[in-house]
């Protein structure tokens, strides 16, 4: 049942990425918490489903089918969630795409649809949320980055170079959104038990990335969502800036 009486009660959350892993469990978990949920996701079977999950809760929702990496989406799935859902508080970009592989001889189209969905939408979108949240003064944005965020390894620069650039910009967005008491989180998860390693082409580079982590106790997406929640619960005064979690057993 969702808690109509609790801690987000009134409040419209925005979540990308919802179709599956990270961004169903935040869906579900802000729904839980009394929040009215905006899924935004390219896989409208998946979204209806957890919409359906949702709705069987008392919760309020709804489903935005949307390609993010194309131009002007961040935008217009701003302005459609504040049409269905009223007006929007909270925004989760947690879409994104892991495409491991060496550089030497890799297909260059890989770097561009990293860049592409894990920075560029995320900003547009970003900035189209801005100027709904500024005008009511309040509003908090979080940002899904990863432990590749805070270093880098062979066969990762492409993505930990967009996972840099995700902490970069919430860091250069958190100190100018904060006149407007705008929050904004950057959360660095370890290993999670998700898809992201499904898109991976490279077979070399899949076979070894799953055989390095095959015996890890991984994280679950859960835990991300429980720290998702955890940072947008905090009273106005604080603003949890920045939430790196690994699996116990990741180096």
Excluded: C
């Excluded at 896989?43 to 489903?49: G, N, Q, S, T, V």
């Amino acid at each position: 049942m969702t808690q109509t009486n609790g801690k987000l009660a009134g409040k419209v959350a925005l979540v990308t990425g919802a179709s599956s892993g990270i961004g169903e469990a935040t869906a579900l978990a802000l729904a839980e918490h009394g929040a009215a949920v905006a899924l935004v996701a390219r896989r409208k079977d998946r979204l209806d489903e957890l919409a359906a999950k949702i709705e069987s809760m008392g919760g309020k929702v709804a489903v935005i089918v949307s390609d993010l990496a194309q131009a002007g989406q961040g935008a217009e799935v701003v302005k459609q969630t504040v049409s269905a859902l009223g007006r929007l508080d909270i925004v989760v970009n947690n879409a994104g795409v892991m495409l491991l592989g060496p550089l030497s001889g890799g297909d260059p189209s890989d770097l561009t649809r990293m860049m592409d969905l894990n920075v560029t939408a995320l900003m547009h979108l970003s900035q189209a949320a801005l100027e709904v949240m500024k005008p009511q003064k309040s509003g908090h944005i979080v940002n899904i980055s990863s432990v590749s965020g805070r270093g880098a390894s062979p066969l990762s620069a492409g993505y930990s170079a967009s996972k840099w650039a995700v902490g970069g910009f919430s860091e250069g967005l958190r100190q100018e959104a904060k006149a407007d008491r705008i929050r904004v989180t950057v959360i660095e998860p370890g290993v999670v038990a998700t898809e992201l390693t499904d898109h991976i082409t490279h077979t070399q580079t899949k076979d070894m990335y799953e055989g390095r982590i095959k015996d890890m106790e991984m994280l679950q997406s859960e835990d991300i969502a429980a720290a998702v929640v955890y940072a947008v619960t905090q009273p106005e005064r604080v603003n949890v800036n920045e939430l790196l979690i690994r699996p116990l057993d990741q180096g």
